[in-house]
């Protein structure tokens, strides 16, 4: 089982990324997935969620209106889509895997190894 992160890097307040994550070895599309991020000397915070079909998505507050998740189960990839960033959406960005369930909500059976997303002037 392998998920991957990528889109990370470097933007200014205001500005825009989209993170992907490449999921191998396992069912995709039978799972429900989730992005959780890690700001520093922080605990983890759940950012959004979506079902195994993409049919529902959840958004944590700081982040709605703001954020989209979206996945591609062709592709066996899953998206999020960040625009008008803050400072404050500065952290390590993971994909998660949901145990199954398909709501992509927690507990989480498989983690990516996270990409890094800095928002600064």
């Known amino acids: 089982v392998q998920l991957v992160e990528s889109g990370g890097g470097l933007v200014q307040p205001g500005g825009s990324l989209r993170l992907s994550c490449a999921a191998s070895?396992?069912?995709?599309?039978?799972?429900?997935m989730s992005w959780v991020r890690q700001a520093p000397g922080k605990g983890l915070e759940w950012v959004s969620g979506?079902?195994?079909?993409?049919?529902?998505?959840y958004y944590a507050d700081s982040v709605k209106g703001r954020f989209t998740i979206s996945r591609d189960n062709a592709k066996n990839t899953l998206y999020l889509q960040m625009n008008s960033l803050k400072p404050e959406d500065t952290a390590v960005y993971y994909c998660?895997?949901?145990?199954?369930?398909?709501?992509?909500?927690?507990?989480?059976?498989?983690w990516g190894q996270g990409t890094q997303v800095t928002v600064s002037s």
């Open positions: 070895g396992f069912t995709f599309s039978s799972y429900g």
């Open positions: 998660a895997a949901d145990r199954g369930s398909g709501y992509g909500l927690g507990p989480f059976g498989y």
């Open positions: 979506i079902y195994s079909d993409g049919s529902n998505t």
